[in-house]
């Protein structure tokens, strides 16, 4: 038996830390938008074993892959005893705070729930999506949404109305920015960590009411400690805003960077502007928005 599905990314339009958590985890509300970049994951299976392969050589393919995972995970708690055969074609890049390592997970959980007729209930699946990690239970389904807990709080939102029609740029420079050491590096900025809560709601609330909020109401508490440590993220950033962008923002812990624009036109002028300013990037994608999200393959 095989299956072929899509796994998208995200970008976090606010990512407001409001505490440490006694289980080492932080305290967030996010507000998450999915983006229309996708990996694609060919799933056979088979007698026995967990086997994973991918286009990219970079990209691990055994038991640290949360790919692997996540199948090791589904077959214990449904009691399957089959293996399964996994293909994964990279496109959304590595390290760079989109979320495609939850994203091709949660893909796999669905993906093994439907080859298995279904043994998995919605609310098991989410379990074990969020013990996979924070942001694999925003990928089990595919609209914006306020994420809250340690990110495995769903509650998804109004279509972001004022989104429509604009354009996203997504710009990755060539080196990436570990998650965990972003949330270590978040002690030396207290003031990253003191904004009152509430605010991921309220951005949701005025992107559906069609109104482009001013692009200070886009914030990310691990601006502080990346941009420290890497400030060409942040040149970029202010050189969109100078530049017609109405928002730039780090993704999640980066090293990506979105800038949203008002048309396609902008986005990719200021695409070219930034490789010629910046030097070549890794990853330069420009996305209209709002996107669809099959998650099947044609
Ligand atoms: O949950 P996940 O494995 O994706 O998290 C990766 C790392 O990011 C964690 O080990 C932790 O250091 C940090 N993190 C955090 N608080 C969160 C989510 C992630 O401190 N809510």
Redesign the pocket.
């Known amino acids: 038996m095989k299956l072929s599905r899509k796994s998208h990314c995200k970008i976090n339009l606010l990512l407001n ?1 409001v505490g ?2 006694a289980d ?5 509300e996010m507000l998450m938008l999915p983006v229309p970049i996708f990996d694609r994951l060919d799933f056979e299976l088979l007698g026995h074993g967990i086997e994973l392969t991918c286009n990219q050589p970079g990209i691990p393919t055994d038991s640290s892959n949360l790919a692997c995972q996540a199948a090791e995970s589904f077959a214990a708690k449904a009691g399957v005893t089959g293996g399964v055969r996994v293909h994964l074609e990279k496109s959304i890049p590595a390290e760079g705070g989109l979320g495609g390592g ?1 994203s091709n997970a949660a893909a796999t959980l669905l993906a093994l729930n439907e080859l298995h007729d279904q043994p998995l209930g919605q609310a098991t699946l989410h379990e074990l999506a969020a013990e ?5 239970p925003f990928f089990m389904q595919s609209q914006a949404a306020v994420a809250k ?3 495995e709080i769903i509650e998804p939102v109004a279509p972001l109305e004022a989104l429509d029609g604009k354009s996203l740029l997504l710009v990755r420079p060539g080196f990436g920015v570990p ?6 590096g978040l002690a030396k900025f207290p003031g990253a960590k003191n904004r009152p809560l509430g605010q991921a709601d309220e951005l949701a609330k005025r992107l559906a009411n069609s109104s482009l909020a001013e692009a200070s109401a886009f914030y990310n508490s691990l601006e502080a400690p990346v941009f420290d440590k890497f400030p060409l993220l942040n040149l970029m950033k202010q050189h969109a805003l100078a530049n017609g962008a109405e928002a730039a923002l780090l993704c999640g ?1 980066g090293s990506t960077v979105f800038v949203i624009c008002p048309d396609a036109a902008t986005a990719q002028s200021l695409g070219q502007a930034i490789k010629s300013k910046f030097g070549q990037q890794s990853f330069v994608q420009t996305v209209p928005l709002p996107g669809d999200f099959p998650n099947t393959v044609a």
Request: hydrophobic residues 30%; proline residues 4%; without cysteine.
């Open positions: 830390v440490q958590r080492g985890f932080h305290e967030l939850s996979l990690g924070s942001d694999v807990g340690r990110g998650t965990p050491w972003a949330y270590q812990s």
